[in-house]
């Protein structure tokens, strides 16, 4: 149960929630954000720990064991959480930086200007590469070889480390909060914060962006939790750890959030603008208004060094999590590799893949990536089992499974929001949402950046998924399917951007290539054992 807390809370609790939540209207996205944790996110992890308890083994063999047509699953959970890492990895490089510097605490007077220009380094657009950071690399490279470190040798050393390490977050947090509470405007800032909109209920990106930010918080549609649940002795109380873990997980980023609106209150205050307008929203948010407060307290440079060292350890453990699943899951597939040797080569192309977030257009990316690993990816991986839970298995086996060790059942409303509640709200943010994409460009950025680094890696990682599959003509038939429906989603919604045009007949084209191909296998495949017989 630590465990699992520890993967939940994390950079994603401090820096992904805030700016959000503030992206998305303030109070306004917390209603959309309640109402997806109460009636998804809950709900799916106890699913995803009750698949574990029962299966004994990682996500993709779960799924095997339910159908061996629905393992691809489990492999996009972990190949999603994996595209994820690599960009997880850079937010704590950001970490690493702030705190070598809080000796000296150098954004003091220019906060904003200091992470965009010295920390960054950033261009003028995802295109616009530049080159590496190299301290920022480095930094990512030191993250890599301390997870590669624990994963190989330590969790349980760690989970010792990190009981301890707990209530810092909750300390510091107080003391930033309270201080804040003290400037001038921060109560507008929580006014903004707190009064939800009723009006953007009908905003179908705002319900994507609380799906992705429940699911990416309490680490669902990751194969982590199915990981860990997989270890766990039986006779555990699977619905109340699932709520405890949840609903802790959620209230520490609740709470984060008060910090940061206070700050940008206090800020707008200062600076006579509007709230909304106060600093650029987007991925750089926390990383702009915590070391603002900080700066402002007294014994800035203590609390700062204090602040990102525990940002960095609340980081660990969920990046290692994911190596822990991954590694286990490969291991379960190819149990000729060696462990250590799968998990070195994981950490390897893991740290190749982020060096495209340490470059000067690394936050562009990091946005992009995000953002599609997160709505069409992890959100993707939660409809898919809720799917296979309700067609498949059958939402009484692992009912019965939840329930067996437990002195409050869950019931209805739990079957309730698996087999109904959830698939029909999944299917319809997403598909609403993707009508978003394709009718602006996200955060207009260009085309063809959100071609290689949204559609272009989701792709690749179901693509990956369906390879790793053991039962290789069934997925064929699968990405067929997959292919056909993109390829009626873009004439649905084209847009008269060319670009769209250009990314609607790639997919036809690869989707009629796919389909020959399969058809070239399935005659080689029979040609032999016609000719025995
Ligand atoms: N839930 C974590 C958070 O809130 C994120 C997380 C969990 C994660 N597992 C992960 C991120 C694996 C990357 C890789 O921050």
Not at 279 to 301: E, I, Q, R
Not at 317 to 345: C, H, M, N, W
Not at 431 to 437: R, V
Request: aromatic share 14%; charged share 10%; glycine share 10%.
């Amino acid at each position: 149960m630590l465990a699992a807390i520890g993967s939940a809370v994390g950079l994603g609790n401090l820096w992904r929630f805030p700016y959000i939540a503030f992206k998305n209207g303030g109070g306004a996205f917390l209603v959309p954000y309640f109402v997806a944790l109460l009636t998804t996110g809950i709900p799916l992890l106890m699913a995803e720990y009750a698949f574990g308890a029962r299966s004994k083994t990682g996500a993709p063999h779960a799924m095997r064991k339910i159908s061996p047509k629905v393992e691809w699953v489990g492999w996009w959970a972990i190949l999603t959480g994996f595209v994820i890492l690599t960009y997880y990895m850079a937010v704590m490089a950001w970490s690493w930086f702030y705190m070598i510097k809080s000796p000296s605490i150098p954004w003091a007077e220019d906060a904003k200007g200091y992470f965009f220009n010295s920390v960054l380094q950033i261009s003028d657009g995802p295109m616009q590469i530049g080159g590496i950071i190299w301290p920022l690399a480095l930094a990512t490279l030191a993250t890599w070889i301390i997870c590669y470190l624990i994963t190989r040798w330590g969790t349980k050393s760690v989970g010792a480390v990190v009981k301890w390490t707990v209530p810092l977050p909750y300390i510091l947090l107080v003391i930033l909060l309270v201080h804040g509470l003290r400037q001038m405007g921060s109560i507008e800032g929580l006014i903004y914060y707190l009064t939800p909109t009723w009006d953007v209920l009908t905003n179908p990106q705002v319900w994507m962006a609380a799906y992705g930010q429940v699911f990416f918080s309490l680490s669902l549609g990751f194969g982590v939790m199915i990981a860990y649940a997989s270890y766990l002795k039986s006779k555990e109380d699977l619905p109340w750890q699932a709520t405890f873990a949840g609903l802790a997980n959620s209230a520490t980023e609740f709470f984060a959030g008060f910090v940061v609106f206070a700050v940008l209150g206090a800020l707008a205050a200062v600076t006579s603008v509007n709230i909304t307008e106060v600093v650029a929203g987007g991925p750089g948010l926390a990383f702009v208004a915590f070391p603002m407060a900080l700066a402002a307290l007294p014994f800035a440079k203590f609390f700062s060094f204090v602040f990102f060292l525990m940002l960095l350890t609340l980081g660990i453990d969920s990046a290692f999590s994911l190596l822990e699943a991954a590694t286990t899951a490969i291991q379960d597939r190819y149990p000729k590799f060696r462990r250590g040797r799968i998990l070195f080569v994981l950490c390897l192309i893991g740290f190749l893949i982020g060096l495209l977030f340490v470059t000067n257009a690394g936050l562009y990316w990091l946005d992009i990536v995000d953002h599609w690993m997160n709505s069409y990816g992890l959100v993707g991986v939660g409809l898919a089992e809720a799917l296979i839970l309700t067609f498949l298995l059958g939402t009484k086996k692992l009912k019965s499974e939840l329930n067996a060790h437990t002195i409050r059942p869950v019931g209805l409303i739990w079957e309730l929001s698996i087999w109904f509640i959830t698939p029909i709200a999944l299917t319809v943010t997403i598909i609403l949402s993707l009508k978003g994409e394709f009718t602006s460009a996200y955060e207009g950025y260009p085309p063809i950046a959100l071609a290689i680094g949204g559609w272009g890696i989701w792709t690749l990682t179901i693509v990956l998924a369906l390879l790793l599959q053991k039962d290789k003509m069934k997925w064929a038939k699968l990405l067929g399917f997959l292919l056909i429906i993109g390829v009626v989603l873009v004439a649905m919604f084209v847009s008269t951007a060319l670009a769209m045009g250009l990314f609607g007949s790639i997919v036809l084209a690869g989707g009629l290539l796919w389909l020959l191909a399969i058809d070239w296998l399935k005659r080689k495949k029979l040609s032999p054992k016609s000719a025995t017989k």
